[in-house]
């Protein structure tokens, strides 16, 4: 009996190019944090969000600390924290933070959380909380928080960045386009509108996004000159790493001398920084960014 030839019609995934390989977590600093995010029951994106500097990051003795806990409201298509109804927030959780960047001796600390749209103040007590803290217990730390977007509710907003900050970041993620099928809960104009309003109450502003996803390069290009309209000084571009097979799928592999050229581009568009690469993530030394 003739067989017939298997036929797959399903496209073969692109392999991972080599300048996407990181080295493995390893060292007494790398050991160090995860012993201490560990002893103080933290939550990091590093973690969380399969971050792929979490060794280099880690080793340097330095974290992105997720606060509200490790449960989002939102289900954004790229994203690898867990999505559903988050348990009740740990009203002491703004010490441990303070305390364990204390003990880790961070200079530059960064803080996230997930999204709380079903609290009223988008979770803006706790960010302020927690700011204060560890402003209390190491002052000489500068602090970038990466806050989420509060669904216009502006007073929430205000309380978040009131407390010290120096650097104020917040995503796009993505180009306007691509926004109902990477950020399906988020608004574009929104967001923009968000960075205005913190540029406007004096804090250094940053934002992000991703590509690989099947942006255009004019795309980009607009993005950026919306970000720059809006009062953005900082911007960061980094390749989108599918997380599970469950999330979008990678569009393509940028190169790095794409990523060159964002950076080259968008530095004589104006920003004040541009941090741009394939593992290039939003807190990928923040320090550089205050």
């Given amino acids: 009996m003739l067989e017939l030839p298997v036929v797959n019609d399903k496209p073969q995934r692109e392999r991972k190019p080599d300048w996407l390989r990181v080295k493995l977590p390893i060292g007494p600093n790398y050991k160090k944090v995860r012993s201490l995010v560990d002893e103080y029951k933290l939550h990091t994106i590093c973690q969380s969000g399969n971050c792929p500097n979490m060794g280099e990051c880690w080793g340097a003795g330095t974290a992105t600390f997720m606060i509200l806990g490790n449960t989002c409201t939102r289900s954004c298509s790229f994203c690898a924290v867990k999505t559903g ?13 303070a305390e364990a960047i204390f003990l880790m001796g961070v200079k530059h600390a960064v803080i996230t959380s997930v999204n709380r749209d079903e609290l009223p103040d988008r979770g803006a007590e706790i960010w302020h909380q927690t700011v204060r803290a560890i402003k209390e217990v190491s002052p000489d730390t500068t602090i970038e928080t990466l806050i989420p977007d509060v669904k216009a509710t502006w007073p929430a907003l205000e309380r978040m960045i009131s407390a010290g900050q120096e650097v104020v970041s917040h995503n796009m993620e993505t180009v306007e386009r691509l926004y109902r099928k990477v950020r399906p809960q988020a608004k574009y104009e929104r967001s923009l509108e968000q960075i205005q309003r913190t540029k406007a109450f004096g804090k250094r502003t940053k934002s992000g996004i991703m590509v690989g996803l099947g942006e255009t390069e004019e795309e980009v290009f607009k993005t950026m000159d919306d970000l720059l309209a809006h009062g953005c000084d900082v911007m960061t571009i980094g390749q989108y790493l599918q997380p599970t097979r469950m999330h979008l799928e990678v569009a393509g592999f940028v190169h790095p001398d794409q990523f060159a050229r964002y950076r080259e581009v ?3 568009k104006g920003f004040q920084y541009v941090e741009s ?12 960014h205050v």
């Fill in 277 to 288: 690469g394939p593992l290039v993530r939003s807190s990928y030394h923040a320090e550089r």
């Fill in 266 to 268: 968008g530095m004589q």
């Fill in 85 to 97: 109804r988050p348990p009740e927030y740990d009203e002491d959780e703004p010490r441990r933070v």
